[in-house]
């Protein structure tokens, strides 16, 4: 489900992620997991060298093996460096692809593994991504399963977000559990920039390019944009609010903002922006 809800077409492309994503795909697990009873028994001997696993297999291991294995165990990271463990949790966080943690996370709050997802909070986080990536996060989580949302977001101690409209609707994006992981969005010269206005869409200003919000259920219901430039500036985006009126919007006001971020960027992209480029 989550692979259909999270890489689904028009939503978050797996081709259209970094090659960091698949880094971990290079990466070579101990063998000896697959004899794991020959693995008990030198184990057990006290003969048996650290296992070396990627954090996909290491995030899937059984409580029991969890048990078996404890400390002797190294993690494979992004590029496949080796990094002991102690006490079952790597000694600092370590850097991964969103899909990555997304996807472990994922399978351990279906499973109620209580202890799996805390590892991944306290001791991984996420890759920084750029503002093109970011802005495909800005994706509804399987919005027809309210259950669902509400256990990710309980679990990841995150607010979710209910809708203003004639239904009491909730949602929660894809963006919200990339900034629990401690996500950052950068440009290519520095801090990104996101504006949004009348228009149920976001435009990263550097790229030109705009993503339309999520559709939800019920009457009359939107995505907040404030909501929306909020868990951008979470992720360490600049963000306008461009207004309400109904000219205001990226297709009319877009010389507004691209103007004063040209000049940013000649002023070695700062991160205080300057109010006097906007006049």
């Keep these: 489900m989550y692979l259909k809800t999270l890489f689904a077409a028009g939503a978050i492309s797996l081709f259209s992620l970094p090659t960091s994503a698949f880094a971990q795909a290079a990466c070579q697990d101990d063998e000896r997991l697959y004899s794991f009873a020959d693995y008990i028994e030198e184990r057990q001997a006290g003969t048996s060298e650290p296992l070396q696993l990627t954090v996909a297999t290491f ?22 460096r080796p990094m002991q463990v102690s006490q079952g949790e790597p000694p600092f966080r370590i850097e991964m692809p969103f899909s990555t943690l997304y996807m472990g996370f994922y399978d351990a709050v279906l499973r109620g593994d209580e202890r799996t997802q805390q590892i991944l909070l306290n001791s991984f986080r996420a890759e920084p991504v750029d503002p093109m990536e970011f802005i495909s996060y800005f994706t509804v989580i399987d919005s027809g399963n309210e259950e669902l949302m509400e256990r990710l977001a309980r679990s990841a101690g995150i607010n979710i977000h209910t809708a203003s409209c004639n239904d009491e609707t909730k949602y929660l994006h894809f963006a919200d559990l990339y900034v629990r992981f401690g996500g950052n969005v950068y440009g290519e010269h520095g801090k990104a920039w996101f504006v949004s206005g009348k228009q149920p869409e976001v435009t990263s200003v550097g790229d030109n390019f705009t993503q339309r919000f999520s559709s939800l259920t019920g009457r009359n219901c939107r995505v907040s944009k404030n909501t929306v430039l909020s868990t951008a500036e979470a992720a360490g985006a600049i963000t306008f609010n461009i207004g309400n009126s109904i000219t205001d919007h990226w297709q009319y006001k877009s010389s507004a903002y691209t103007e004063p971020y040209q000049k940013w960027l000649e002023q070695g992209a700062p991160d205080a922006v300057p109010a006097s480029l906007f006049d």
């Design 59 to 80: 995030l899937n291991l059984t409580p029991r093996a969890r048990e078996v294995i404890g400390d002797n165990l190294r993690l494979l990271d992004s590029e496949c």
